[in-house]
């Protein structure tokens, strides 16, 4: 029986290795490690495939989100909106700046935002929202720029999961006021190591940025702001300038990948399997089902991962309990079936294996095996 990984580096790495190999070397023997020409040109090169005018890169896909609510003067007393059922560093940057998050609920469909309920979370204390591409499927971004120039809030773009990702033909991380992204190694741009960017067409915002991700350094040894270290390395730079070469590549292989899934699931009962919205151009970070045929979701879930897991397919739950849950956001006084879809979801999904390189057989043997533990 093979064995199928949620995820598998290491075909990648067959690609493009010896590329990945000079670089780092490269970067090795010319002794300069920190910031010089492989994290600047990075920084152009990723300004320009996103389409903005400004990239700054830093240490990670948390840094980013802290340093964007840092830039824009985001702290206590104001209240961030964005949702519950994605990763934490999403809302844990909110409540490192001083700020409070509000959670709404999401669309079941998309697992991503629900708008209307963001227009109904609006108060006076309200500042921005932090819109989650989740799972590489774009927010609907053109209702969300009105909902914010109606309110006049900050729109902070989390593209963790989404480089390259379109919505109505224009990249996410280019349409909100700030867009921020993670090149943790499992992201469909990542790193070899952690490392992350932020992008944006203001200009003073982006000196202030560079600005924050170094000790609030202006000159040398002269601060004018506390600021953080947050400097993505030269080793990783290089790396990810090969691997950026590649990555509208890799982002078609994955969409073939999702439909093929489709196909190949559509006839298992007691599944529901991800859409698309009209306007939006995935590039399907996760290819996330949910198991929806009993009472008892969780467990039916749980039950269907542990039987893949037994016929050699790997699979992930992301995430397993929403973040308004969480014991380190129970003092934010949220109660259960207070976000219903966002709960639900949590004890319905289970992602499957997704990456660009897996072969037509193997994706074969995930429906096969999902068809049988669901009979």
């Given at each position: 029986m093979?064995?199928?990984?949620?995820?598998?580096?290491?075909?990648?790495?067959?690609?493009?290795?010896?590329?990945?190999?000079?670089?780092?070397?490269?970067?090795?023997?010319?002794?300069?490690?920190?910031?010089?020409?492989?994290?600047?040109d990075?920084?152009?090169?990723?300004?320009?495939?996103?389409?903005?005018?400004?990239?700054?890169?830093c240490?990670?896909?948390?840094?980013?989100?802290?340093?964007a609510?840092r830039?824009l003067?985001?702290?206590?007393?104001?209240?961030?909106?964005?949702?519950?059922?994605?990763?934490?560093?999403?809302?844990?940057?909110?409540?490192?700046?001083?700020?409070?998050?509000?959670?709404?609920d999401?669309?079941?469909?998309?697992?991503?935002?629900?708008?209307?309920?963001?227009?109904?979370?609006?108060?006076?204390?309200?500042?921005?929202?932090?819109?989650?591409?989740?799972?590489?499927?774009?927010?609907?971004?053109?209702?969300?720029?009105?909902?914010a120039?109606?309110?006049?809030?900050?729109?902070?773009e989390?593209?963790?999961?989404s480089?390259?990702?379109?919505?109505?033909?224009?990249?996410?991380?280019?349409?909100?006021?700030?867009?921020?992204?993670?090149?943790?190694?499992?992201?469909n741009?990542?790193?070899?190591?952690?490392?992350?960017?932020?992008?944006?067409?203001?200009?003073?915002?982006?000196?202030?940025?560079?600005?924050?991700?170094?000790?609030?350094?202006?000159g040398?040894y002269?601060?004018?702001?506390?600021g953080?270290?947050?400097?993505?390395?030269?080793?990783?730079?290089?790396?990810?300038?090969?691997?950026?070469?590649?990555?509208?590549?890799?982002?078609?292989?994955?969409?073939?990948?999702?439909?093929?899934?489709?196909?190949?699931?559509?006839?298992?009962?007691?599944?529901?399997?991800?859409q698309?919205?009209?306007?939006?151009k995935?590039?399907?970070?996760?290819?996330?089902i949910?198991?929806?045929?009993?009472?008892?979701?969780?467990t039916?879930?749980?039950r269907?991962?542990?039987?893949?897991?037994?016929?050699?397919?790997?699979?992930?739950?992301?995430y397993?309990l929403?973040?308004?849950?969480?014991?380190?956001?129970?003092?934010?006084?949220?109660?259960?079936?207070?976000?219903?879809?966002?709960?639900?979801?949590?004890?319905?999904?289970?992602?499957?294996?997704?990456?660009?390189?897996?072969?037509?057989?193997?994706?074969?043997?995930?429906?096969?095996?999902?068809?049988?533990?669901?009979?």
């Amino acid at each position: 029986m093979n064995r199928i990984p949620p995820f598998d580096l290491s075909e990648q790495y067959k690609l493009i290795g010896a590329e990945m190999n000079a670089a780092a070397l490269e970067v090795l023997a010319s002794g300069r490690y920190i910031g010089g020409s492989w994290v600047a040109d990075f920084e152009s090169q990723f300004a320009e495939y996103i389409g903005t005018s400004e990239c700054i890169a830093c240490n990670s896909g948390t840094d980013a989100l802290y340093l964007a609510l840092r830039a824009l003067g985001i702290g206590s007393g104001d209240e961030v909106i964005t949702t519950p059922f994605t990763f934490v560093a999403t809302a844990e940057v909110i409540s490192a700046v001083g700020a409070t998050p509000v959670f709404v609920d999401i669309d079941l469909a998309t697992f991503n935002l629900n708008l209307d309920q963001v227009e109904a979370a609006i108060t006076g204390h309200t500042r921005a929202v932090i819109p989650v591409h989740l799972f590489g499927l774009p927010v609907n971004m053109t209702r969300l720029m009105a909902i914010a120039q109606t309110h006049n809030l900050l729109i902070i773009e989390d593209c963790a999961q989404s480089t390259g990702a379109e919505w109505e033909g224009q990249k996410v991380g280019s349409i909100g006021h700030i867009g921020c992204f993670s090149f943790y190694p499992t992201k469909n741009l990542g790193a070899c190591g952690d490392g992350g960017a932020i992008t944006t067409s203001d200009p003073a915002l982006a000196e202030r940025l560079r600005r924050l991700r170094d000790h609030g350094r202006q000159g040398a040894y002269y601060y004018e702001e506390l600021g953080v270290n947050s400097r993505l390395d030269a080793v990783q730079a290089a790396i990810l300038q090969i691997k950026l070469r590649h990555l509208d590549q890799w982002n078609q292989q994955r969409r073939d990948v999702a439909d093929r899934y489709q196909h190949l699931l559509s006839p298992i009962p007691n599944i529901t399997r991800p859409q698309e919205m009209a306007g939006g151009k995935s590039v399907w970070n996760q290819y996330t089902i949910r198991v929806t045929g009993e009472r008892d979701a969780g467990t039916a879930r749980d039950r269907v991962r542990s039987q893949l897991q037994e016929r050699g397919v790997a699979s992930m739950v992301y995430y397993p309990l929403p973040l308004h849950l969480q014991p380190a956001y129970r003092d934010l006084g949220y109660q259960i079936g207070q976000l219903p879809l966002a709960e639900q979801a949590s004890q319905q999904v289970l992602s499957l294996p997704m990456f660009p390189e897996i072969t037509l057989e193997q994706q074969e043997q995930v429906a096969y095996s999902l068809k049988d533990c669901l009979a």
